[in-house]
């Protein structure tokens, strides 16, 4: 494990104060955890807007009886099959489908992806979560 260092660090009262209250509304058991937390939020946001490899994956929600919708999707994930490490496709009930595209690679082609994904006629919501491989975030 890597060393952990100690250090002090200055807030406004009030500040401190709601950065505790808001902490321990998320279950956080020590200020360390959330601040290294925040550290790595930043970090990972510094990751996608540099176009580094990057983790995460594209959830959609859509209409599985439009059948030109279900084959637009495979054709769209064939031309980024180099950043879809993997995909989960859940019948949520008789007409609904959720789909998980888990990816790794380069942010701006997640990005590109999940742009033409989202923007592709029939899709009823699609978000894209923006994670890491792990990697420069300690
Ligand atoms: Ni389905």
Redesign the pocket.
């Known amino acids: 494990m890597e060393k952990l260092i100690r250090f002090g660090v200055s807030l406004p009262e009030g500040l401190l104060k709601k950065f505790d209250r808001l902490i321990k509304e998320k279950n956080y058991t020590s200020r360390s955890k959330a601040i290294a937390d925040l550290i790595r939020e930043e970090l990972i946001k510094k990751q996608w807007q540099q176009d580094k490899e990057i983790a995460g994956a594209v959830v959609l929600v859509y209409n ?1 009886h439009k059948r030109e919708l279900v084959d637009k999707l495979i054709d769209i994930q064939h031309n980024f099959q180099k950043i879809i490490i993997s995909n989960q ?1 859940i ?1 949520i009930d008789k007409d609904n ?1 959720l789909e998980i595209i888990a990816i790794k690679g380069r942010s701006q082609q997640a990005q590109k992806l999940n742009d033409i994904l989202k923007a592709t006629k029939g899709i009823k919501h699609a978000t894209l979560s923006m994670s890491s491989t792990g990697k420069g975030i300690e």
């Open positions: 599985h496709h019948h489908c």
